[in-house]
């Protein structure tokens, strides 16, 4: 069975395409390195509203989710 990262590292576009056509994902960004350079894929929306694409250069606002049922301490 072939390694799902030597197709990230030789198509990252190819690699962002195949999740993107799902209809539950919007948009995708893969990057990784090639031959010791960035290599980066990216397909579907950055806005589903405006409709806006998702390009490599697309930036993202860094963030988190926290489920609810995730662990918390207790005082």
């Known amino acids: 069975m072939p390694n799902p990262l030597d197709t990230l590292a030789s198509d990252p576009q190819a690699a962002a395409e195949r999740p993107a056509a799902s209809p ?28 806006e694409p998702m390009t490599p250069d697309t930036r993202f606002r860094i963030g988190s989710y926290r489920s609810r049922n995730s662990s918390r301490p207790t005082w």
């Open 24 to 51: 539950s994902v919007v948009g995708v960004q893969v990057a990784g390195v090639v031959d010791g350079a960035p290599a980066v894929g990216a397909a579907g929306v950055a806005d589903a509203e405006s409709g």
